[in-house]
């Protein structure tokens, strides 16, 4: 993948990597994606969806909380990528992210949501 620059953004307690390279724009979220972080993060979300098309990849491997303001962030990103004919994809959960996403059954919507190995 070929890669024109990596920017890193704190939001709170919530860090991110994008990754501006070709194809799909490539989100790394690490930390808690929460009340404290949602809004600025689902902002980002808008502006690479804007700006680099309406395919996004969310790698939430290193995400250690997410609670229903981060899940709502996700789900309006999603929302605005899917009418722009895109989607976000979330990759790699670990198994307490993977649980929440099954449980409310967002699971099906972020697909391919693979847990990560831990």
Do not use: N, W
């Not at 969806?49 to 290193?62: A, C, K, L, M």
């Not at 962030?73 to 722009?84: E, F, P, S, Y």
């Not at 992210?97 to 847990?115: E, S, V, Y």
């Amino acid at each position: 993948m070929g890669t024109q620059g990596i920017r890193f953004a704190a939001f709170g307690e919530l860090v991110t990597s994008i990754d501006d390279g070709d194809g799909a724009a490539r989100v790394t979220a690490r930390g808690e994606l929460d009340i404290a972080s949602s809004a600025a993060f689902g902002i980002e979300l808008a502006r690479l969806i804007g700006e680099r098309g309406p395919d996004v990849v969310v790698d939430v491997s290193d995400l250690t909380f997410c609670d229903a303001r981060g899940l709502a962030a996700l789900v309006a990103a999603d929302d605005l990528a899917r009418g722009r004919g895109g989607a976000v994809t979330l990759t790699a959960p670990r198994p307490q992210m993977a649980k929440i996403l099954r449980l409310t059954g967002l699971d099906r919507r972020f697909t391919p949501a693979r847990t990560a190995v831990r």
